[in-house]
C-alpha cells in the first residue's frame, strides 16, 4: 500500500502488532487482546467512516530474534495499513527501521526508552511516558530531601530512569545499586539502610518492588518509597504500601472509583474474560480509543499519509476517559505523552500524590 493510497469505501482497517502472547513476558500480550476487545465494540456500532479495524498480533514471544520474521509474515499476509502498539524496544529495534523505510505508520509502540522516544521518526509514535521524563518527575517530588539513593537494572532502561531522576532532583542521586537480570534486591535495601537513605527509587520488577518494600519494613527502614511500575502494587502490598508514590499516564485498575475503569471491566467481561483487568488493560483500552480518534480525524478516504497527520495534529485537546494527562504530538520527537501524574498509594488504591 502507497503511503497516498486511499482505503476503498468499506474497506476493513488492518493493523499488525508483535506482541509476546506466549512466554515470559505474556502478560505485555494483553494489551493487544484488550484493543481488539475495543474494536470489537466499534465494529459492532458501525466501525468508523464505515470500516472496520482488525488487529492481528503475530507473537513474538518478546524475543528479536523472531520479530523481523513475524512483522514480515504480517506484511505478506494481510493488506497492513499500519503497525500498532507493538511490544518492546529490544524486540521493535529489530524492525524499526523497515517501517520508517517504507514510512508505514507504527503507533503506540510499547516502550519509553530514549532510543525510541529521542530519534525524529515521523512514521512511529511510543506510548508509553518516556522512562526519563517518569524518573524526572519523581526526582522532583523529592527534591528537598539531602539523601536520595535508586535501585534499577544495569541495562539501557534503568540508565534512562536514573538519568532522568538526576535531571529532577538538580543532582546524582547519593547512592545507585544496579542490579543484574536475576540478582536479589534484598542486599541493595540493606545498602541503601546502611547509607541512611531517605528515600529510595526502585525500578524493578513489581514483585521486586514488593519484596524490597516489606524487606526494608522488617529491618525498621522506611524511607520514601518511589517506584517506576504500579500495576499490582496495591493487592501485592495491601496497607504496607500505604504512602509509596509512583507515576503513571492512566487510571489504575485497583480500588479506582473512576466510572471509565467501571465500564472498562464491563467491556472486558464481554469480549475478553480470560483477561485479567490491570493497568496493561486499560492502556490497550486507551491506546485503542486513541487509534479510533485519529482514523475519525484521517477522514472517510483514509490513507497511511492521512493517518499520519491526524497523529500530528494531536494538541492536548482530546482525552479518553482513562487517561490521566492528554496526548500531545511532539513536533520533533515520537512522543504523545511526556507528562505524568504523581500517585500515592493507599490500602484501597492509587490516589492522586
Not at 524475543?63 to 493488506?79: G, I, K, N, Y
Not at 529490544?90 to 522516544?117: E, K, Q, Y
Not at 492512566?250 to 479506582?256: I, R, V
Not at 482530546?318 to 511526556?338: H, N, Y
Request: proline share 6%.
Amino acid at each position: 500500500m502507497e503511503s497516498e493510497q486511499a482505503l476503498r469505501p468499506g474497506a476493513t482497517i488492518c493493523f499488525g502488532c508483535h506482541a509476546p502472547l506466549t512466554g515470559t513476558m505474556a502478560m505485555f500480550g494483553e494489551i493487544a487482546v484488550a484493543a481488539q476487545a475495543l474494536f470489537a465494540e466499534v465494529n459492532a456500532a458501525g466501525g468508523v467512516h464505515g470500516h472496520r479495524i482488525a488487529l492481528i498480533v503475530g507473537d513474538d514471544r518478546y524475543d528479536p530474534a523472531e520479530t523481523p520474521a513475524v512483522v514480515e509474515r504480517l506484511l505478506a499476509e494481510h493488506a497492513v495499513f499500519g503497525f500498532l502498539m507493538c511490544v518492546g524496544t529490544p524486540p521493535h529495534l529489530t524492525v524499526l527501521d523497515r517501517l520508517a523505510t517504507a514510512n508505514i505508520p507504527d503507533l503506540a509502540v510499547v516502550t519509553g526508552a530514549s532510543s525510541m522516544a529521542d530519534a525524529p521518526r515521523t512514521n512511529m509514535c511510543v506510548a508509553n511516558v518516556p522512562y526519563h521524563s517518569n524518573g524526572r518527575a519523581l526526582g522532583l517530588h523529592v527534591r528537598e530531601l539531602a539523601r536520595v539513593g535508586t535501585i534499577t537494572y544495569d541495562t539501557a532502561f534503568g540508565r534512562d530512569w536514573v538519568a532522568g531522576f538526576a535531571t529532577g532532583l538538580g543532582r546524582a542521586p547519593e547512592r545507585s545499586r544496579w542490579l543484574g537480570p536475576e540478582e536479589a534486591i534484598e542486599p541493595a535495601v540493606e545498602a541503601m539502610q546502611a547509607e541512611g537513605m531517605e528515600a529510595v527509587l526502585a525500578v524493578v520488577r513489581p514483585e521486586q518492588e514488593v519484596a524490597a518494600i516489606l524487606h526494608g519494613q522488617r529491618r525498621g527502614f522506611r524511607p520514601r518509597w518511589l517506584v517506576g511500575f504500579v500495576d499490582g502494587l496495591t493487592a501485592m502490598l495491601g496497607a504496607a504500601g500505604e504512602g509509596v508514590i509512583g507515576s503513571h499516564w492512566l487510571h489504575m485498575a485497583e480500588g479506582s472509583d473512576s466510572p471509565a475503569i467501571a465500564e472498562h471491566r464491563a467491556l472486558m467481561a464481554r469480549q475478553a474474560p480470560q483477561i485479567e483487568v490491570t493497568g496493561t488493560s486499560v492502556g490497550g483500552q486507551a491506546l485503542a480509543e486513541l487509534t479510533v480518534e485519529l482514523l475519525r480525524r484521517a477522514g472517510p478516504c483514509s490513507s497511511r499519509a492521512r493517518l499520519l497527520a491526524a497523529l500530528d495534529s494531536l494538541d492536548g485537546g482530546w482525552r479518553s476517559p482513562l487517561m490521566r494527562v492528554s496526548p500531545r504530538k511532539e513536533a520533533r520527537r515520537p512522543v504523545i505523552f511526556d507528562e505524568v501524574a504523581l500517585l500515592r498509594l493507599t490500602a484501597e488504591g492509587w490516589v492522586e500524590a
